[in-house]
Structures are given as C-alpha cells and as structure tokens.
C-alpha cells in the first residue's frame, strides 16, 4: 500500500494562487492512477480531479475546470494540484489518493494522504 503526504496548503484571498503536492512513498506509486478529493466542513468528500499514470490523461470536476491542474512527476514521485483563481467555496481540506484509475475516479482506492487545509478568504 502507497503512503501519500500531502503538504502546500494554507490561507488564500480570492482570486490567489496555491500549488499543493502529494509525495508518495515507493516508486511503485509510477504504476497508479492519482487523484484528488476534497472535504468541507458539514459536506461530503468531493472529487476533484485525477490524472492516469503515465500523465497524459486527466479528468476534473466541472466545479474547478479551466482553474485547477493536476501533473505529475514519477521521477520525483509526485503529483501536483496547481490551484489557480481560488473562490471561498475551494475552501476544504483536500486529499490525494492512489490506485487504479476506475478506483481513484469512485474515490474507493485504499491509498489516502491525511490531508492539508486550504482556506480561501473572500
């Protein structure tokens, strides 16, 4: 099983920028597909976005499209999630999972980061 740690977040005006990562564990994480979710207070966990192993494939939700990225880097072992125009609503702590890409995308992968809180301030 991959461990993740998530890291990047922070405090934000509307409007701002921030770039979070998710570095994995063993380099058998090249292999998986990634994801992100995130989570309000009083709400349930959201699907983000994702990208296939390889990088050449992502999917996002319609909520961030246009204003979110994700990349990846599997020399470094690492995905990103490029945060651009952020609205008080993006406010949540966001995760990163690992797993096939079908798993990932219902959000039932085992690999889960703990998380790192992004507030966005309007």
């Known amino acids: 099983q991959v461990q993740l740690v998530e890291s990047g977040g922070g405090l934000v005006q509307a409007g701002g920028s921030l770039r979070l990562s998710c570095a994995a564990s063993?380099?058998?994480?090249?292999?998986?597909?990634m994801a992100w979710f995130r989570q309000a207070p009083g709400k349930e966990r959201e699907f983000v976005g994702a990208?296939?192993?390889?990088?050449?494939?992502?999917v996002y939700a319609e909520s961030v499209k246009g204003r979110f990225t994700i990349s990846r880097d599997n020399a470094k072992i690492t995905m990103y999630l490029q945060m651009n125009y952020l609205k008080p609503q993006d406010s949540a702590i966001y995760y990163c999972?690992?797993?096939?890409?079908?798993?990932?995308?219902?959000?039932?992968?085992?690999?889960w980061g703990q998380g790192t809180q992004v507030t966005v301030s309007s």
């Open positions: 063993t380099r058998t994480y090249s292999s998986y597909g």
């Open positions: 999972t690992a797993g096939s890409f079908g798993t990932i995308l219902l959000g039932t992968a085992r690999s």
């Open positions: 990208i296939e192993w390889s990088g050449g494939y992502s």
